[in-house]
């Protein structure tokens, strides 16, 4: 019987290990985010019809970009969220987590692919496969940058 209660001690205690060691991970991964600071700032919005995009690029100095993004598409809730990605080339490919009207609690994400041409960025569509509840581009498949709705002229930015 000592030999049980002895192993749920020992049990507990590796948990308690283990969550510390998992806070410990998270305060490291914080601060390295905290320390890669915005090199440049770029706005940007594009009209098409009765939609609007308004997106706010930040390029790091690790030479990887965030940013924010709000969809206002013609009789559907908006789209409110955060861009993170890289350059590779001339083409920007993102991850765009955002929210959809009030739903608060439910948040999606997808791959999107921007190629920028001068002052301008062009949203690209391409074919998105899903897999294990991750959405992304399927490999071998071109992602079109011609016949699109979407083409973001640079804007300046608004403070908030």
Do not use: W
């Amino acid at each position: 019987m000592k030999n049980i209660g002895l192993f749920f001690v020992l049990l507990v205690c590796i948990s308690f290990e283990s969550c510390k060691n998992n806070e410990e991970k998270k305060e490291t991964k914080a601060a390295k985010i905290e320390t890669d600071t915005i090199v440049s700032t770029a706005c940007y919005k594009a009209i098409y019809e009765n939609d609007t995009i308004d997106l706010k690029v930040n390029t790091l100095q690790s030479g990887n970009v965030s940013g924010n993004m709000l969809m206002k598409v013609f009789k559907m809730p908006s789209k409110v969220g955060e861009i993170s990605g890289q350059f590779h080339g001339d083409t920007l490919f993102a991850s765009y987590t955002f929210i959809e009207g009030t739903n608060e609690k439910k948040t999606f994400k997808n791959p999107m692919a921007f190629l920028k041409k001068e002052d301008e960025l062009i949203l690209g569509n391409g074919q998105i496969e899903t897999s294990m509840g991750a959405s992304y581009f399927v490999k071998g498949e071109p992602i079109d940058f011609d016949r699109v709705k979407y083409k973001f002229s640079t804007v300046d930015c608004e403070e908030k």
